[in-house]
C-alpha cells in the first residue's frame, strides 16, 4: 500500500528565515510526486510535478527536490504571504490515483 | 477561462437529509475525483471517474454516491447513510493518461449538519 508522510505538521518561521518541508513515501514504483500549496477554505493549488530521483523544479522562492525515498520543499527566504498549508501526492507506476499526505502546515511571521 | 466550479460553496444539512454537491469542469478531461478533507487531515478520495458512465470506489466511499453522465459534470450525493458527513469536499479533474497527471481542483465545498 502506497505512504505518504510528511514533516512536520507545522512550521512557524520568522520572515526570511529559510526551511525545508519534507514528504517521505513509500511506492513500489514511481509514476510522479506532486507538490500543492492550499489556503485555508480553499482547493489545492498545484506547484510542482517531479518525476525522477534528482529532479529539482523551482518557482519563486520554492524550490523542490527528489530522491528516491523522498521529497524536498525548500523554501528561500519566505514572506507571510507563504504562509499556507503545503501538501504531498505521489502517483504509483501502475495506479490510476493519487496518495496524498496529511500536510504541513507553514505559518510566516512579519 | 477553463477551471473547475463546486456549488454551493456552503451547504447546511438536517440529520437524515441527502444532499448533492455539483462539480462540473470545462478543461476537457476525462478523469474527475471527489475528495473529503477533515480538519488537519490530508485528502482521502471518495470516488473517481476516469471516462463517462463508469466510476470507481476510492478509499472513504460508504455514505456517498455519484454518477458521470456528462464528460464536463460529476456530482457527488452525500446520503443519510454516511454517519459523519461534517466536512470539506473537494472535486478535482486531469486527463486521466499519459505522465502529466496534475490534478486541478475546484474552490470546495463546506457541509455541515446541523
Known amino acids: 500500500e502506497d505512504q505518504v508522510t510528511q514533516s512536520p505538521e507545522a512550521l512557524r518561521l520568522q520572515e526570511g528565515e529559510s526551511s525545508s518541508l519534507n514528504c517521505s513515501y513509500t511506492v513500489s514504483g514511481l509514476r510522479g510526486l506532486f507538490w500543492y500549496r492550499q489556503d485555508p477554505g480553499k482547493g489545492p493549488e498545484f506547484l510542482f510535478t517531479l518525476y525522477s530521483a534528482g529532479e529539482e523544479k523551482e518557482k519563486e522562492r520554492l524550490k523542490a527536490t527528489l530522491t528516491k525515498k523522498e521529497s524536498f520543499l525548500h523554501i528561500t527566504a519566505p514572506k507571510p504571504e507563504d504562509s499556507a498549508t503545503y501538501l504531498c501526492?505521489?502517483?504509483?507506476?501502475?495506479?490510476?490515483?493519487?496518495?496524498f499526505g496529511e500536510g504541513t502546515q507553514l505559518t510566516v511571521n512579519p | 477561462d477553463g477551471g473547475i466550479t463546486q456549488s454551493p460553496k456552503y451547504l447546511f444539512r438536517k440529520e437524515g437529509q441527502n444532499v448533492t454537491l455539483s462539480c462540473e469542469q470545462n478543461l476537457n478531461h476525462d478523469a474527475m475525483y471527489w475528495y473529503r478533507q477533515d480538519p488537519g487531515q490530508g485528502l482521502r478520495l471518495i470516488y473517481y471517474s476516469q471516462i463517462v458512465n463508469d466510476f470507481q470506489k476510492g478509499d472513504i466511499a460508504e455514505g456517498y454516491s455519484v454518477s458521470r453522465e456528462k464528460k464536463e459534470s460529476f456530482p457527488l450525493t452525500v446520503t443519510s447513510a454516511q454517519k459523519n458527513p461534517t466536512a470539506f469536499y473537494l472535486c478535482a479533474s486531469d486527463t486521466g493518461a499519459g505522465p502529466f497527471n496534475e490534478q486541478f481542483f475546484g474552490p470546495g465545498t463546506r457541509l455541515t449538519v446541523l
Open positions: 501526492a505521489v502517483l504509483e507506476t501502475s495506479g490510476s490515483r493519487l496518495t
